[in-house]
């Protein structure tokens, strides 16, 4: 199993930014997947979840409003929108899926 995330980088608050977590090694669309982050000197926490079809979601209360999670299971692909990014948004952002965990991408929010 491989996850490979992509699209952080540092954005304004208020900004935007969309991430991707390409995936291999497994029957994607098989598999609910989940968006995770870690801010400095904190736990992991989760994000955002999605079913295997799409139709179901869930989302942390920090964060309901503002992230949106989809996928693509064409493309393997899962994806997590993030609006009116703030700067308590700052982490390094994980694809999970089961017991795996992509490399993570780090998102800076900072004026």
């Known amino acids: 199993v491989q996850l490979a995330e992509s699209g952080g980088g540092l954005v304004q608050p208020g900004g935007s930014l969309r991430l991707s977590c390409v995936a291999s090694?497994?029957?994607?669309?098989?598999?609910?997947m989940s968006w995770y982050r870690q801010a400095p000197g904190k736990a992991r926490e989760p994000v955002a979840g999605?079913?295997?079809?799409?139709?179901?979601?869930n989302y942390a209360d920090s964060v309901k409003g503002r992230f949106t999670i989809s996928r693509d299971n064409a493309k393997n692909t899962v994806y997590l929108q993030m609006n009116s990014l703030k700067p308590e948004d700052t982490a390094v952002y994980y694809c999970?899926?089961?017991?795996?965990w992509g490399q993570g991408t780090q998102v800076t929010v900072s004026s």
């Open positions: 999970q899926v089961y017991t795996y």
């Open positions: 090694g497994f029957t994607f669309s098989r598999y609910g």
């Open positions: 999605i079913a295997s079809d799409g139709g179901t979601t």
